[in-house]
């Protein structure tokens, strides 16, 4: 079906259109905040929905988005994933999504990377998936996608038998609200933290209790950990410990406790960062500063394989091998600004995200 794009870009046709989104992971408000604030100014109602998780939350209300939290204990409090949590939370998730919509008008279309796109299936309202892992990774949560109207997914991305849904894009998440057109750096963060460019480093810590981490995918552990802050002391003024997880009590006068909204500026400032994060690892590439990944996850995603062969990521299966590329990496002076050019080109190629997403929304909502 072809829709007039006189009609879709009418603003007396945008005010009847309702959008409902649901986040379950902080990387999706910055994922989707550029559309939902686009949508919002054209006069379309967006309803948000979340769950608790790390700073998700304080995200949504710097927004000053009206929401709904599902979950405001968290959703998954397993410290180890498994596949009957997984189902648990799943059938839970739903229930509580149905007794959120039997309250509400109906939607045109739901925007999610989440149980939503279920609740879609069923009431025949288009749904849209974003997703940026290849199927190999995600077997359990892929499931998802036979209930999904579109996914949005890097071109690079490997989606099997759901490549015929899947909308195409050049880039990766990050993009949405680290490229260029939308991002900024800001130095006064330097001075509202007391930070040195360049004179401190980054550590971040996740939980790795999603499904698909079972199997060894343990990150940065205690010991590592230590040994790892040990070495970052010696170097830098500062360093930075950015966490989801409890850390040893002897490092948490270094977490940091600040804004959560500022840390993609603190990033752009790092001399560099370590992170058993995917996400985190990507913001800082495509910022141009030096990141190191340990998370063995990333030899099988082709994300960050195309960082990787972009020369501003690296990742790692075990500690060992990062922290002797770290330190053989500090040897060079020029490492942040090899980066830092390697990043600009690599953007060069990519989409703009932010539209693929907006325009999606806007057509299956008029469809639906």
């Given amino acids: 079906m072809f829709l007039n794009p006189k009609k879709m870009n009418d603003a007396s046709n945008k005010t009847n259109l309702r959008v409902l989104v649901y986040f379950v992971h902080p990387a999706k408000v910055h994922l989707f905040r550029e559309t939902i604030n686009r949508l919002k100014a054209d006069g379309i109602q967006v309803d948000i929905l979340i769950n608790s998780k790390d700073v998700l939350e304080d995200l949504v209300r710097k927004e000053g988005w009206e929401y ?10 397993k410290e180890k994933p498994s596949i009957f949590n997984s189902a648990r939370v799943f059938i839970l998730t739903l229930f509580k999504i149905e007794r959120f919509l039997l309250r509400q008008k109906r939607y045109c279309v739901f925007l999610t990377d989440d149980s939503l796109v279920v609740s879609g299936w069923w009431r025949k309202i288009p749904s849209i998936i974003f997703n940026d892992n290849d199927i190999n990774t995600i077997k359990i949560n892929s499931i998802l996608f036979n209930f999904a109207t579109l996914i949005i997914s890097p071109e690079i991305t490997e989606l ?15 993009l949405a609200h680290l490229h260029p057109n939308v991002y900024k750096p800001d130095s006064s963060v330097l001075e509202k933290y007391g930070l040195e460019e360049n004179n401190f480093c980054i550590i971040r810590t996740s939980k790795l209790n999603a499904t698909h981490d079972a199997g060894g995918n343990n990150g940065l552990e205690d010991n590592n950990l230590i040994n790892l802050f040990d070495y970052c002391v010696g170097l830098f003024k500062d360093v930075l410990l950015v966490t989801e997880r409890k850390l040893p009590s002897r490092l948490n006068k270094n977490v940091y406790k600040g804004d959560p909204s500022d840390l993609k500026y603190i990033i752009y400032y790092a001399a560099f960062m370590v992170t058993d994060s995917g996400t985190m690892a990507t913001e800082a590439a495509v910022l141009g500063v030096p990141n190191y990944l340990l998370n063995k996850l990333a030899f099988h995603v082709k994300v960050h394989n195309e960082l990787f062969k972009a020369g501003i990521q690296y990742y790692f299966y075990d500690y060992e091998s990062m922290i002797e590329r770290i330190k053989e990496n500090n040897k060079h002076v020029d490492l942040k600004l090899e980066y830092q050019k390697k990043a600009k080109e690599y953007i060069k190629g990519c989409d703009d995200l932010n539209h693929v997403i907006y325009s999606s929304v806007i057509r299956y909502a008029f469809l639906g």
């Fill in 160 to 174: 099997g038998k759901f490549k015929s849904k899947k909308h195409s894009f050049k880039g990766n998440k990050s």
């Fill in 68 to 77: 709904q939290n599902l979950f405001p204990k968290g959703r998954n409090k």
